[in-house]
């Protein structure tokens, strides 16, 4: 299953998430809605560092068009990569799509969306861990050690010291902490911090981007789904469910004061530093007088995919024109 949620074109997008190891494909899409052309730069990271890709740089993408990249060709045997999408001219919409082959046959596919540039904080709602005693007997199995939750973190210009908390419906939050080397992606796994729909939120001494990597599956078949950071949730929002599989929405409040949400007219509370988790189906209508973040995440026992919520963009003002 993939899925991705409608999105701006950006002049900045961050991608966090993808590999490009033996047997990951992922595929690196740029479409240019607008009128004029746009100059595209693409930069890597990865767990050593830097990566030097001299055809990411300077790539012409003409109005209404699409140019599509082989990541593996701009960051080879690469397992955890970090893409910056920078564009000049106008701005594009990038996306990762990544897919997963073990030996002959697919197994796990993964639309990755943008997400806001780095900051000390990072909040990812509409994680589901599924419970180790489904994925343990698959991680066993040669070549699926890419199945289990996964958290990926980069401090692009600066070491950092970084707080991790895991926000669940009920309980107390859990917390880890560790150290980041400016310009080296980590990935965390998230095995062993407990399962169901959760919220992960990140604070770090130094900006950062993160990206949370899930799977579900059995003997059979895998599906993975990487989910990233959310823009903050401010005025109205829609939502529109594909007809498939459980989906909910996990609406995440990582201030220090309750925020009251509409939700198809209702008001949801949903606490400080705490989440609220909401069947979803069909469309729905969001109301946030506050900043929340929120996030669906669609699932089956094979399949599991994720849309974030964006709000709805302003109205663009009147432009005025003067003839001379």
Known sequence: LALSECQEPRTETWLVGGDTTTGRQAALTLSNPGDVPATVNIDIWGTTGPISSPLGQGILVQPGAQ??????????????????????????????HASIVRGLLADGL?????QPAP???????????????????????????????????LSPENDASVSVRILRASGAPTTTRLELVAGQVVDLTLDELGSG??????????PVVAGVRQSVGNDQTTDTSWVGSSYPLVGSAALAIPPLGESRVT??????????VN?????????????????????????APAAVYAAVSVRGETI??????????????SVRVIVR
């Open 67 to 96: 140019r599509v990249f082989s990541l593996a060709g701009l960051a080879p045997s690469e397992a955890s990569p970090v893409i910056r999408v920078t564009s000049t001219g106008v701005g594009v919409v990038a996306a990762l």
């Open 110 to 114: 993964s639309i990755v969306t943008g």
């Open 119 to 153: 900051g000390t904080q990072r909040v990812i709602p509409g994680v589901y861990l599924a419970p180790e005693d489904l994925l343990g007997p698959i991680k066993g199995k040669e070549g699926y050690v890419d199945v289990g939750g996964a958290l990926r973190l």
């Open 197 to 206: 729909d959760v919220a992960i939120v990140v604070d770090s001494s130094e």
């Open 251 to 260: 609406f995440a409040n990582p201030g220090e004061d309750s925020v009251a």
């Open 263 to 287: 939700f198809d007219g209702r008001d949801v509370e949903v606490p400080a530093g705490g989440i609220v988790t909401r069947p979803v189906a069909n469309t729905h209508q969001i109301l």
């Open 304 to 317: 599991i995919g994720n849309l974030q919520v964006l709000p709805t963009p302003p109205a663009q003002d």
